[in-house]
């Protein structure tokens, strides 16, 4: 879908994205054949979308020349300074229950059902997951690293870790600590009509193209579905506040 792949890979209920990470991940083709398809492809004039497209390709070849370059990408900070945030360590339950997809916010939840059940997740959905673990519930980002790991068919011992660095914001090229994720905004943004929520949620399956996404705003609509595990607001201050105490040295 690369003529479309600007809005096409931010809809998790679309097949917008081009699903050729796992054989990325494993040789089956190379990021080198992908490239030179596309020039034969569009010989002249590409649409920006191919352009999108290529960019996400050096991303790519750009965490593998950092991990070259940094051997222990995926158990040390690669800015230093990180090695002295204050990371909480979840309990049992609070893991569990982001594993399992039981945090309360569909989004995240739904996310982390599909990586179960298939080794996969969209792209714009591993984000959401990954901010409210190393954000919201303030987990070192190392203890979601090695959750997919083990459970991704794509995870690569590059791509893997420098883009939980980059969610954590102790990577190159980070994104800022201060973006975190909304689960409800996104979701509300790229899955209006809730079918992806919908597809891995049967929890959520009554209720309405709005309330689906703040479900506990209509709990007997959604019987067994969890409370939320933290508050957004509460734990984006707090989350804001320990990178400040950080930064105050």
Request: hydrophobic share 35%; net charge negative.
């Amino acid at each position: 879908p690369v003529e479309d792949y600007a809005k096409g890979r931010d809809l998790p209920g679309v097949e917008g994205t081009s699903r050729l990470s796992p054989h990325l991940r494993f040789g089956e083709i190379s990021p080198f054949r992908v490239w030179h398809s596309l020039r034969e492809r569009f010989p002249r004039h590409a649409p920006a979308d191919v352009g999108i497209f290529r960019s996400e390709l050096g991303w790519r070849e750009f965490c593998w020349h950092l991990l070259y370059e940094n051997p222990n990408l995926a158990t040390q900070n690669y800015r230093r300074e990180f090695d002295h945030f204050a990371w909480q360590t979840p309990s049992d339950a609070e893991l569990e229950a982001w594993q399992q997809g039981r945090t309360g916010y569909p989004l995240v939840d739904a996310g982390m059902r599909q990586l179960w059940q298939t080794g996969w997740m969209h792209n714009r959905v591993r984000m959401a997951a990954a901010s409210f673990l190393v954000k919201n519930m303030l987990a070192d980002w190392r203890v979601g690293e090695a959750w997919f790991w083990d459970t991704l068919v794509d995870a690569d011992a590059a791509n893997n870790p420098a883009n939980w660095q980059w969610v954590a914001g102790s990577g190159a090229d980070a994104s800022p600590y201060f973006r975190i994720f909304n689960p409800v905004t996104q979701s509300k943004k790229f899955d209006a009509g809730g079918s992806y929520l919908r597809g891995y949620l049967p929890e959520l399956a009554d209720l309405d193209d709005r309330s689906v996404h703040e479900p506990w705003k209509n709990p007997a609509a959604a019987p067994g579905y969890p409370e939320p595990l933290v508050g957004l607001q509460e734990s984006r201050e707090r989350a804001l506040e320990t990178y400040q105490r950080l930064k105050d040295g």
